[in-house]
Structure formats: structure tokens, C-alpha cells
């Protein structure tokens, strides 16, 4: 089990939230089908954190130079990024959301 992060229902629908595990920032986005997603927080760009930035389906894009990252692989969708973003497993626990920043998912 990871570190509780926050409850699923502090986050809002569509709008990430940056959270710091252990020294690693993670970008947390509930999506409008309400799943819950985590990856790195830091575009592989320009070092612009992703959570300040706008999501959109199942990406969340950079405010700085619009890279969009994939929420589920992490993959950058266009440049200027062209390095994936980590992507962790999430577990919800009695409404809590629980991260472990050592446990990425393997695409």
C-alpha cells in the first residue's frame, strides 16, 4: 500500500491536483468518467509543473509550451516533449486515494 494522498472526493472532475510522495511530485486527476489518475508532475520539457496545466480527456497538458502527456502511459501526444512521464498505481481505499511513488505502472 502507498501514502494516503488525499480522499477522492477533495479532487476535482477534470482539474489536477500536485501532490509530493517521498520527495517525488505527482500530478493527481480525477477524470470525468471518474477514474483516478497519477503520473510525474514534472514536464520532461522544461522542468513546468504539469498540475498548473489543462486537462483534456485523458491528457494533461503543459501551460508553458503545450506538450499534452497521456494520463494512462504517460507518453507525450506531441512536442515539443518526446520523453514519457512516469505513471503510478493509484489504489482507493475507503474513499482515501493511495500512492506509492515507487510503484509506476509498466506500459
Known amino acids: 500500500m502507498g501514502t494516503r494522498v ?10 489536477a491536483t500536485r501532490v509530493v510522495v517521498e520527495g517525488t511530485p505527482i500530478a493527481v486527476v480525477k477524470d470525468s468518467a471518474g477514474a483516478i489518475h497519477a503520473i510525474g508532475d514534472t514536464c520532461t520539457h522544461g522542468e513546468i509543473s504539469l498540475s498548473e496545466g489543462f486537462v483534456e480527456g485523458e491528457t494533461l497538458e503543459c501551460w ?30 475507503d474513499g482515501d486515494v493511495y500512492i506509492d511513488p515507487n510503484a509506476t505502472k509498466e506500459i
Open 6 to 15: 488525499c480522499s477522492a472526493d477533495e479532487l476535482v472532475v477534470d482539474q
Open 64 to 93: 508553458a509550451h503545450g506538450s499534452q502527456f497521456s494520463l494512462l502511459t504517460g507518453k507525450p501526444m506531441n512536442l515539443p516533449a518526446y520523453e514519457p512521464v512516469p505513471v503510478y498505481q493509484v489504489e482507493l481505499i
